[in-house]
């Protein structure tokens, strides 16, 4: 079954503990990013990547780092979570967009809340 | 970049009414438009699309008009039932390599009985 892995579903954290959220596709895509949704803001773009060590910033990268050291997997990566970082997290996975555009793959969601 | 907006931000209809939600874009190079609908507790699932060389698009009781003039493009669902009950988000992205999808902020439809 074609999917996109996310875990931890659910985790609570402490400001300034280092944290990895895991995201793994099975569709063998190159394209791959980092959302978060807020209330009234939407799906934000925090980073994505275009293949293998190949990643750069969204709208919202501040305070995240990512790294794509193979094809399937893009961990996010927050070093020191404040509680703005409160939020819920999708990972999204699409086939790199030629002249039709792709469908984005989309993970079960993240819900990280920082005190 | 691209700025997507996204109207209303809240829409309640009774069962069996129809509803529309509109989406207005700035990139004029976009050229391929999403609609994703999340259900509660869910993650967002693709629900129809429609690239810039149609005007609509049509999938049983939901269809996706595109005006590139204007720069909009609408979602309308006919025949509203309590599944539809959820968050609707547009998007808009350019094709070709990079191009990134930009989300609209969101409709909640309640559709009550």
């Known amino acids: 079954e074609a999917q996109v892995t996310q875990n931890p579903r659910y985790l609570i954290t402490v400001t300034g503990k280092k944290l990895t959220v895991t995201c793994s596709q099975n569709?063998?895509?190159?394209?791959m990013s980092w959302y978060r949704q807020d209330p009234g803001l939407g799906l934000r773009q925090i980073y994505y990547?275009?293949?293998?060590?190949?990643?750069d910033k969204g709208d919202v990268p501040e305070g995240y780092k990512v790294s794509r050291k193979e094809k399937r997997n893009f961990p996010l990566i927050l070093e020191s979570p404040s509680p703005n970082q409160t939020s819920l997290y999708f990972c999204a996975s699409r086939e790199i967009p030629g002249q039709r555009g792709t469908e984005a793959f989309f993970g079960q969601g993240t819900r990280l809340t920082v005190v | 970049g691209e700025n997507v907006e996204q109207h209303p931000s809240t829409l309640s209809v009774q069962e069996g009414d129809s509803a529309v939600i509109k989406c207005t874009y700035s990139d004029s190079a976009s050229n391929y438009f999403p609609w994703y609908k999340q259900e509660l507790g869910k993650r967002p699932q693709l629900i129809i699309d429609?690239?810039?060389?149609?005007g609509e698009k049509k999938d049983q009781r939901i269809a996706v008009t595109l005006n590139k003039t204007a720069k909009h493009f609408s979602l309308h669902i006919t025949e509203t039932q309590p599944e539809d009950s959820a968050v609707y988000f547009c998007a808009a992205s350019r094709t070709g390599t990079a191009s990134k999808l930009t989300f609209g902020t969101g409709t909640r439809l309640q559709v009550t009985l």
């Open positions: 429609i690239r810039s060389n149609v």
């Open positions: 990547s275009m293949n293998v060590e190949v990643t």
């Open positions: 569709m063998n895509h190159e394209y």
